[in-house]
């Protein structure tokens, strides 16, 4: 019998989960719902889904895998009309919000009523939105956070790892607890503090427009993060108030003691200070996707003349290597750029250093 999966949200998380279960499950029925027409529209033109649906509770009560996928306060909103409606006895519910706690406390509904909920969080995303961001491949490698309940079976849990194989994901199970305070330190308070360096940054453009022109480089990379949804790092950030706040007290310690280095001219005391972050990125995983997300970027430092771009992509296209994207990364205007070019994988990224290196005598690098 074919099996419905109902996915609720079809913006880059929902739509890359639609395509990954279609990939593993190509017999399953993949129908969407969107408080948007035109991304549902959408979603069905670019076949991210089978069906839209007209109505959510006619479609709710057919699915077998319903999936919220949808800002975390949205999400709280839908639990509760889910609860309202005449479920299949043995659907599975999830979502894929970026925090754990609220979202499980707000889904004890669904249990009361016998509805199996089970908290999900793939750790890959993008500063990107919408449908048309949605990738197939989108949570390869990257770890899924599962957070079941005490109510939950073991038999659950292992159907829904069963439905989200086509993730090629690597599924952990954690506390919402440990869960929120995991993705408060390396993914929310990060947002928080690329958010307020733009603001410091348009502060000083005020004054001075060259800011933003020489804004390049480091500063782009340290903030990319800045420019994802609103709405959603809103409903993030008033979800895991208390980690955050606690975090920011932190930070102000930090700040404190930096200050404190400058002030006093402590040279030794800087050097470490740099050298043991530096120690500490360096060893990060960069290979697979983890907390920090790899996006398998080559670089090229290359003569920064009109042109470099279309010679590099022809050697590549030869070579028959997709890229995904293509930037230079300018510091100065009288010296060469870096050349930045991201894979879909790591395979292709060598490749694409190999082919690169036998053709020309440019440096090429790993960052
Ligand atoms: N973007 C990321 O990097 C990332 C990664 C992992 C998890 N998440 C989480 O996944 C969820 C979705 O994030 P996204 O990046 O796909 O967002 P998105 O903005 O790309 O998509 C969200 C979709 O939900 C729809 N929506 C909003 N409220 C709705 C409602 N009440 N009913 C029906 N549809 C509604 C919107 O129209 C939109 O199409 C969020 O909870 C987010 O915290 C995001
Ligand atoms: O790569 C990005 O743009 C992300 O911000 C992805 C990121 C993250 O912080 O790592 C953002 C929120 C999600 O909950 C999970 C992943």
Not at 39 to 54: F, P
Not at 345 to 352: G, S, T, V
Request: some cysteine; aromatic content about 8%; overall charge negative.
């Amino acid at each position: 019998m074919e099996r419905k999966v109902l996915v609720i949200g079809l913006g880059l998380i929902g739509g890359s989960l639609a395509l990954a279960i279609k990939r593993e499950h190509p017999n399953s029925i993949i129908v969407g719902y969107d408080k948007s027409e035109s991304e549902l529209s959408l979603a069905k033109a670019l076949g991210v889904i089978d069906k839209n649906a007209k109505k959510l509770e006619d479609e709710a009560k057919e699915a077998d895998l319903i999936i919220l996928a949808t800002p975390v306060m949205q999400t709280e909103g839908i639990i509760q009309q889910l609860a309202t409606f005449d479920l299949k006895k043995d659907v599975i519910v999830t979502d894929t919000g970026s925090t754990k706690k609220r979202v499980m406390d707000s889904a004890r509904v669904l249990a009361n009523n016998g509805v199996t909920f089970i908290g999900g969080h793939p750790m890959a995303g993008s500063h990107k939105s919408g449908v048309t961001a949605a990738k197939e491949i989108l949570f390869e490698n990257a770890f899924y956070l599962l957070t079941p309940s005490e109510y939950t079976s073991r038999l659950s849990v292992e159907t829904l790892k069963e439905w989200l194989k086509g993730t090629k994901s690597k599924m952990v199970e954690i506390s919402p607890e440990e869960h929120d305070e995991l993705t408060g330190v390396i993914s929310h308070f990060p947002h928080v503090i690329a958010a307020a360096l733009i603001h410091q940054a348009q502060r000083f453009d005020q004054k001075n427009s060259l800011v933003s022109r020489l804004a390049a480089g480091g500063f782009r990379d340290i903030t990319r993060i800045a420019s994802s949804n609103p709405e959603m790092w809103k409903d993030i950030s008033l979800h895991n108030k208390e980690v955050l706040l606690h975090l920011l007290q932190y930070w102000a310690d930090e700040t404190t003691k930096v200050i404190s280095l400058l002030e006093n001219h402590d040279e030794e005391a800087l050097l470490q200070y740099f050298a043991q972050a530096k120690k500490f990125r360096d060893q990060l995983p960069i290979t697979s996707k983890g907390a920090i997300p790899s996006f398998y970027d080559l670089y090229v430092d290359v003569p920064d003349y009109p042109g470099v771009i279309s010679e590099i992509t022809a050697y590549l296209a030869e070579a028959r290597i997709s890229i995904t994207n293509i930037r230079i990364i300018e510091t100065r205007e009288d010296v060469y750029g870096i050349l930045v070019i991201s894979f879909q994988n790591d395979e292709d990224r060598l490749r694409a250093k190999q082919c690169i290196e036998n053709i020309t005598n440019y440096d090429v690098f790993f960052a």
